[in-house]
């Protein structure tokens, strides 16, 4: 896993307009723990500098749309001011290191998601205060989306899609491909992302994501329109589209 972390965090991908994937047996993970591939918005080079000779292939440089205050170096600078190393396992510092984010595949043999978490700054942005938007009365008031939107089949109420066994659509016992499809408004790398499929394939069968029903309709993919009704069924705050909503993921997406 340390190996395969250090490797992709060395590529840059540009995802608009295209789509990944990849295999994963997730047989082996039970309920509380979670397999998770993610994208994050952190400098190619993983902000080296005559301070920073370590780069991305270490973790430096790193970021993501919680805003993690146990980043000991952001922007080649040690987060040491206020460092609480009692905070956590890790250590709390007062800096915190925000940027996009997108949650490809959370998961284990029991559920799965794909998330995005817009963030209204460009690349890693070294918050402090409300910027941070840490967790309390300020969690919404920070640049990034914490909450995110989520494409959920479990959550939104189908407890048959996926799971351990043959009785379910896509059985979590076995290996299975898994495509997320980043779709714009006309078809181009130049146009908006207007959308964010998840598709499975297994035993040679693709398995489409089921519709969720939310306000009357259905959907079966991440849109700002699934995610407003989404928002609104489950009385959660919309900060997805107070941070930009699909156009601002897909210009993160733009930039890699």
């Given at each position: 896993l340390i190996h395969l972390r250090n490797l992709l965090s060395s590529l840059m991908f540009k995802l608009k307009n295209r789509e990944f994937s990849f295999e994963v047996d997730v047989s082996k993970l039970p309920c509380g723990l979670n397999g998770a591939l993610y994208f994050v918005e952190m400098a190619e080079d993983g902000g080296m500098s005559s301070t920073n000779l370590a780069g991305a292939k270490?973790?430096?440089?790193?970021?993501?749309?919680?805003?993690?205050?146990?980043?000991?170096?952001?922007?080649?600078?040690?987060?040491?001011?206020?460092?609480?190393?009692?905070?956590?396992?890790?250590?709390?510092?007062?800096?915190?290191?925000?940027?996009?984010?997108?949650?490809?595949?959370?998961?284990?043999?029991?559920?799965?998601?794909?998330?995005?978490?817009?963030?209204?700054?460009?690349?890693?942005?070294?918050?402090?205060?409300?910027?941070?938007?840490?967790?309390?009365?300020?969690?919404?008031?920070?640049v990034c989306d914490k909450d995110g939107c989520d494409l959920a089949p479990y959550r939104s109420g189908n407890t048959k899609?996926?799971?351990?066994?043959?009785?379910?659509?896509?059985?979590?016992?076995?290996?299975?491909?898994?495509?997320?499809?980043?779709?714009?408004?006309?078809?181009?790398?130049?146009?908006?992302l207007v959308e964010i499929k998840r598709i499975f394939v297994q035993d040679g069968k693709v398995i489409e994501t089921p519709d969720a029903t939310?306000?009357?309709?259905?959907?079966?993919?991440?849109?700002?329109?699934?995610?407003?009704?989404q928002k609104e069924v489950f009385e959660e705050t919309n900060d997805n589209l107070a941070k930009g909503g699909m156009k601002t993921m897909g210009e993160a997406l733009d930039r890699g």
């Open positions: 270490y973790g430096t440089g790193y970021c993501d749309a919680q805003c993690p205050h146990d980043i000991k170096f952001i922007d080649g600078e040690a987060n040491s001011e206020g460092w609480d190393p009692s905070g956590s396992d890790t250590g709390i510092g007062k800096y915190g290191s925000c940027c996009t984010e997108m949650d490809i595949w959370e998961a284990n043999s029991i559920s799965q998601a794909t998330t995005t978490h817009p963030c209204t700054e460009e690349g890693l942005y070294k918050c402090e205060g409300t910027d941070c938007g840490d967790n309390g009365p300020e969690r919404y008031e920070g899609f996926f799971g351990a066994g043959a009785q379910f659509d896509v059985d979590s016992t076995k290996l299975m491909t898994v495509v997320t499809q980043f779709i714009t408004e006309d078809g181009t790398d130049a146009g908006d939310y306000g009357g309709k259905t959907y079966n993919s991440i849109s700002d329109e699934m995610c407003a009704a």
